[in-house]
Structure formats: C-alpha cells, structure tokens
C-alpha cells in the first residue's frame, strides 16, 4: 500500500466490507442464525448480487485509486444504493426497518460530504496534489550546472547548484539576484536550458521552473521542470536514474507501508483534525478551541 492518506484508506476498505457488515447486522437485528446467509445467497437474482454484493465493493476499490474517475463511480453507487435501499423498504415494508435504513443514508450522506471537502476532492482531481505518484528524487551532492534564457538571448547564464535528480525535474539551488535576472522569482518565468557534467558526461536539457521558494537571505530552491526532452533525451535520462537507483543513491520513493504504521498513525495522529483534512470549523462545531 502506497503512500496514499491514511483516512481515505480506511473508508475505501469500510465501503468494501459493506456487504460483511450488512449481513452482520441483519443476522443480529432478526436474530438470525450465521447458517441464514447461504440460504438467503442461493435465492438472490443477478440484481440483488450486484447491489448487495458488488455495487459498495466497487466504489471502495474506486476511491482506493485516487483517480479523477474514482469520484463519480463512488457518487454513482452511493446514489445507487440509496435508491435500491428505499425501492426494497416499499416492496417489503414488513421485513425492513426504517431506523438502520435511515441510519445507513446518514452515513451515505457523511460520505459524501467528507469526500467534498476542498482538501480530500483536490486529491482525486489534481494529480499533483498525489505526492505517491511522484517520481522518485535522488538526492546529490551539490553539482553545478548553468541556467540560461531560451527565448531572450541577452539574458546572461546564471550558476546554480543541483540538489536532487527525478525523471520529471530538478531541484536547484539559486543566488536570488541571479534568479531575478532571467524573471524567476518575479514575472513570467522563461522557457530555460540547463547544462551540467555528471558521471563523466555532459548535459544539456530545456524546461521552466514549477515552483521556488526562499531557503535563506540569499538562496532560493527551484523546481525545474523538464519540457520539450527528445526521446534520446527521455531514454539517457531512464538509465542515469537506473543508475542512481542501482548504485542506491538516497531517494524519496514512496515506500510501501505495514499495518504496523497504520498502528502508529493512529496513536499519533489519527484522532486529529488535520490529519482527516478536516476544515477549521470543524472543531468549533464539537466546541473545541
């Protein structure tokens, strides 16, 4: 299991033991024997396998992909659900409970708004708010290289430092004059060419800086974002990470996580707010300061 929030792993796998826990519940409010449950199985049609079964299984495997598809099969089959639950209590008024009925759309209802929140939706839409889908960084002891301006020749080369390595970028360290010389840290930012020697060989490669932020008085980190690589470019740049990754160069690969983290997250920091992407006002509605 990747990297992926904690609380969005725990209502995907609650929403695929649905069914279990329907069952559970049934057998214990009718009093039931557990031996019920094949004979109750053998007289189901493909529709009542589907929506008692399949259907809540399939939107907690959707939400586990964190994928901009994910949200509407889950709104589908929550929506889904509900109908066939309502449709089942007038056709057999006598055999289902409106309290756990009603108590099952409360639920539904809490889901659906919790995977509203800003925070939790931009997850499933904006893919570069999935930090375990990054690529992995490698991180470097400080190369030099020189920045340049694609689009203005009279924008002079600038020194930077490279401080870690992926696939899809650099990170870069830059004296903030320098920066503001070819329109990084204010305005629109070029198209940029980096050059740099590592491994006995020489780099050239074009892009734009993402992102920056200020390290100290004097030095801001750059992200600098490959664009416009040829596919030789793309291929040199696969074995040099292979390389690093064979070589056992420090990254930050998402690593795959045990039950045993689950554990301690929840004694850390499960039962906090922030940890549920949960807003402000949340605490102030339970009357906490």
Do not use: C
Not at 131 to 150: H, M, V
Not at 247 to 274: A, N, V
């Amino acid at each position: 299991m990747r990297e992926k929030p904690w609380p969005i792993v725990v209502l995907a796998i609650l929403q695929i033991l649905t069914p279990i826990g329907n069952f559970i519940l049934n057998l214990w409010l009718y009093h039931l024997p557990p031996s019920t449950v094949g004979l109750i199985l053998s007289h189901f049609t493909i529709r009542q396998w589907w929506e008692s079964i399949f259907l809540m299984p399939v939107a907690g495997l959707a939400l586990l992909q964190v994928k901009p598809w994910s949200y509407p099969i889950f709104l589908i089959a929550i929506a889904w659900s509900a109908y066939a639950n309502f449709r089942n209590a007038l056709i057999h008024p006598e055999a289902i409970s409106w309290l756990p009925l009603m108590f099952a759309y409360a639920l539904n209802l809490g889901l659906v708004s919790y995977f509203s929140i800003g925070a939790i939706r931009s997850l499933y839409f904006e893919k570069r708010r999935r930090w375990w889908e990054s690529k992995p960084r490698y991180t470097l002891p400080l190369i030099e290289a020189t920045l340049r301006g694609l689009s203005d020749s009279n924008l002079k080369s600038i020194p930077v430092a490279i401080r870690n390595l992926s696939e899809g970028g650099l990170s870069l360290d830059s004296n903030q004059r320098d920066s503001s010389q070819l329109g990084i840290i204010s305005g629109s930012p070029p198209d940029l060419e980096i050059r740099f020697s590592f491994f006995q060989k020489d780099w050239s490669l074009t892009g734009r800086i993402a992102h920056s932020r200020k390290l100290d008085a004097e030095t801001f980190i750059l992200g600098f974002a490959f664009t416009g690589l040829t596919v030789s470019q793309r291929v040199r740049l696969r074995h040099l990470v292979s390389h690093l990754e064979f070589l056992g160069i420090p990254s930050t690969r998402s690593r795959t996580r045990s039950w045993s983290d689950f554990y301690e997250w929840i004694k850390t920091k499960g039962l906090r707010r922030e940890s549920w992407f949960l807003p402000l006002w949340f605490e102030r509605i339970l009357g906490k300061k």
